[in-house]
């Protein structure tokens, strides 16, 4: 390959890649290609595209950037997975195809720099909370202890209110109130 072509696929790369901080690598070799597209166009419908990538080109293209962590496992035949909502949405999308795609190997995934080595990398990743998810764990745990607190206030305030009603019926009706001993 001329260094002409070389230099065009590296701008493509780093054109393409632009704003892509998080990512997994798969290895699509020996998919069939009926499987290779029924994959490729159910990931689509999630916003999640894959691109197949020359290594050594990929490293150039990742240096100096958040996707450089993958650069170790840029080995063999490699695609890049990314977009959708979140990558850990792209991981349990790529997760489940793996399972129905036996050919298709996870090879790993970087999340905020951190990277996910192989296909136990991409499971754990894929158990994490999504962005929406974590949001509305945290609203929870904050919320929790006012939640708490507003019931532990309001217990012995109606036990006291339902108390008083009480007297109040009592005395209304005539009755006399004996101390309660």
């Known amino acids: 390959m001329s260094k002409t072509v070389k230099e065009f696929m590296m701008r493509d790369y ?14 699509v070799r020996g ?60 991981a349990r999308e790529l997760v489940k195809w793996a399972k129905e795609v036996q050919q298709l190997e996870l090879k790993g995934a970087i999340l905020d720099g951190e990277l996910f080595e192989g296909a136990a990398g991409v499971q754990r990743l894929s158990d994490f909370p999504t962005r929406d998810e974590a949001q509305a764990q945290v609203v929870t745990l904050v919320l929790s202890p006012a939640r708490n607190l507003v019931g532990g206030i309001l217990g012995p305030g109606s036990s006291l209110a339902s108390i008083v009603k009480s007297i109040e019926e009592k005395l209304e009706k005539g009755e006399t109130i004996s101390k309660a001993g």
């Open 31 to 90: 998919v069939e290609a009926n499987d290779n597209n029924r994959m490729r166009l159910g990931l689509q419908e999630k916003g999640i595209r894959i691109t197949v990538v020359r290594n050594n080109l990929a490293k150039r293209a990742f240096a100096d950037s958040s996707l450089e962590g993958l650069n170790d496992l840029l080995d063999g035949p490699t695609a890049l997975a990314y977009g959708g909502e979140t990558v850990v949405d792209a």
């Open 14 to 27: 780093k054109s393409l890649f632009e704003g892509v901080e998080d990512a997994l690598l798969v290895s």
